[in-house]
């Protein structure tokens, strides 16, 4: 499994492999014409109430980490997205935030990874 994160604002590579949107709001600025996405999966983002406490702000990460994986643990969605990284060799991460380290696709793929493991 290769595992990729990237801004929906970057470019389009082939190396992206399968592109899952996990932003809950479609991105400013982004046609769905040219998101070249295959799946946009809005249930394995953070739900508003934790996004807009969180604010991308850096001090909260780790309460925000804790509380989004907490979401996570009986999630539909995050089980259709193992799913999707299960069938798929190479798959990409895309989210809208500015900031590429404090961001929902940071803790997804930290999950995902770990949960290969096991």
């Known amino acids: 499994m290769s595992l990729h994160i990237k801004r929906i604002y970057e470019p389009p590579s082939p190396s992206d492999g399968f592109r899952v949107l996990v ?3 479609w991105p400013r600025g982004v046609s769905k014409e040219n998101a070249d996405i295959n799946e946009w999966l809005k249930d ?3 739900s508003t109430e934790l996004r807009e406490w969180f604010n991308h702000e850096p001090e909260k990460w780790k309460s925000f980490s804790e509380k989004y994986s907490a ?21 990409t991460l895309l989210y809208a935030a500015k900031d590429e380290h404090y961001n ?3 803790i997804l793929s ?9």
């Not at 979401?71 to 798959?91: M, Q, R, T, Y």
């Open 23 to 25: 932003d809950r709001l």
């Open 44 to 46: 394995v983002a953070p």
């Open 71 to 91: 979401e996570l643990k009986d999630s539909p969605a995050f089980g259709e997205l193992e799913s999707i990284v299960e069938k798929h060799k190479n798959v």
């Open 104 to 106: 929902q696709a940071v």
């Open 110 to 118: 930290e999950l995902l990874q770990s949960h290969k493991k096991e």
